[in-house]
């Protein structure tokens, strides 16, 4: 397996455009996570799905993000319009249940996105 | 809630030394505890991981126990190397927290 995918690796954007973060999961993995990354903040959890469907949001800083999983090997997260304190390392990562309420698989990350939004 | 606390960076140590990163945390039952890697420019990975009391992970000469009656899952190292300078990052098994995990820098 390829792991997974992200896209693009890098972007660079100006104030107030539209930023679109894409994400190819494990073949097989039913959960998906979104997380950004910065110095001050450390690696925050933005939103999760689970077969495809949004689970907890509660990370999402404000209605500026958005994220869809369409279908099982594709996610999406969008800001609109973007800002500069959205500059961060945006990655993606999927994991399966183990099988009881207790306890998850470990996660594969993606390589990231590093944003920078001038 | 369940959590973990992770020992706060950042760490320096001279090549060949003893690396000891302390983890504890507070869980309701008995998930999965998790020592990520995260190498500069990189996604994290999994060093390590033990599933049940008293198991031990193992990894690259990285090593961790399940200590429940100490609730700690103390990452240690017995040779550093400079290729282990990294951030590292302590995880349960039933939470999404990794927080801003602790940097490890080996000098020659």
């Known amino acids: 397996d390829a792991g997974v995918i992200q896209s693009p690796r890098h972007e660079v954007t100006e104030m107030g455009q539209e930023v679109t973060l894409r994400c190819k999961p494990i073949?097989?993995?039913?959960?998906l996570f979104w997380y950004r990354q910065t110095m001050m903040r450390g690696l925050e959890l933005l939103i999760y799905f689970n077969n495809n469907v949004p689970i907890d949001d509660s990370g999402m800083p404000e209605d500026r993000f958005s994220a869809k999983m369409p279908n099982a090997s594709f996610s999406t997260l969008k800001i609109q319009p973007s800002e500069p304190r959205d500059s961060a390392v945006y990655f993606c990562?999927?994991?399966?249940?183990?099988?009881?309420?207790?306890?998850?698989?470990?996660?594969?990350f993606g390589p990231g996105t590093r944003l920078t939004v001038l | 809630g369940d959590s973990v606390t992770q020992m706060e960076g950042p760490v320096t140590l001279s090549e060949e030394a003893f690396l000891t990163i302390n983890c504890t945390y507070t869980a309701t039952g008995y998930p999965s505890l998790f020592w990520y890697v995260q190498y500069p420019g990189e996604g994290l990975q999994l060093l390590l991981k033990a599933t049940k009391a008293d198991d031990k992970g193992s990894n690259k000469g990285f090593e961790a126990t399940y200590r429940k009656e100490t609730t700690s899952f103390h990452l240690e190292k017995g040779s550093v190397q400079v290729s282990d300078s990294a951030v590292y990052f302590c995880a349960l098994g039933n939470q999404f927290y990794f927080g801003t995990g602790t940097s490890l820098t080996v000098i020659p």
């Open positions: 990562a999927s994991s399966s249940l183990v099988g009881t309420i207790y306890s998850y698989n470990e996660q594969f």
């Open positions: 073949s097989g993995h039913d959960y």
